[in-house]
């Protein structure tokens, strides 16, 4: 596998705001993925020690969507899949990739008729715990996880599950959280962010990695008030997110765009 270090040398940055666009279906959506046929929008559910820890109810049911929705909000399909705290999600190959960050971890390869297909570990950790994830992207055959027990976003063979790459996390001293990626034109977008208490002290942005490198091309710092990015999707030459209305750390739906998705435009 090849590594990439991000290289010394001008990094360029710029601002960006947020405009709502719809509500996801009801529930945490915590992962996007664009295609052709509309967007898909993963959900999160938080159950056992997670849902005492946040205050909330343990779910009816224990397995979590992958919502097809067209670009006014209307869910035009739903795959059941059996991940569990979905962070990140990827769809590509015929098939829907669903990330876990919680246990028993992994990634889960379901068909578009809610067929498990495969649950395998994140590459390069123990064979039982690969560690969590807090986004994913397909890309030419493909599959990009953020993987958090590496801090890196590494590619995939999803055939033979080895992995080819990494890119590792962006590090700066404000900029210790990282949410989902995905693709624009040669380069990876990943979502970054403060660790702090509340949504006011929030100071969410994006990085901008070269795919071929991975050093780091660009960073935007988002303005005052903006929605509070988790998924990231790219389509039709737009960045598009959404807010899953919880966050670690803050009280449950603190962000006044909770559970909406948004789009994002540089400034």
Known sequence: MNTSFAQPGRVT???????????????????????????WIAEQKLSGSQAVAYGLPEPRSLTEEAWLVDWNG????????????????????GYVWMVANAPPQGVFQVDMNSKLISHRQIPLGPPNDGGGCHGAQWDNGKLWIAALRIRGNVR???????????????????????????IDNGSMWQIVGNDCKSYKDYRPGLVRYDLATGKVLETVDFVSNSCDPHGLAFYDGKLVSCDAGIHPGWPNKDSPTAGWIFQIDFI
């Open 13 to 39: 940055t710029r601002k960006a705001k947020t405009t709502k666009l719809f509500k996801a279906p009801p529930g945490f959506p915590n992962a996007l993925a664009a295609t052709p046929e509309g967007l």
């Open 156 to 182: 995939v063979d999803p055939k033979t599950w080895e992995p080819e790459f990494l890119i590792p996390f962006y590090q700066a001293p404000d900029r210790v959280r990282y949410h989902d990626i995905t």
């Open 74 to 93: 209307k869910v035009v399909k739903s795959v059941t899949t059996t991940s569990r705290n979905t962070s990140g999600m990827a769809v590509g190959g």
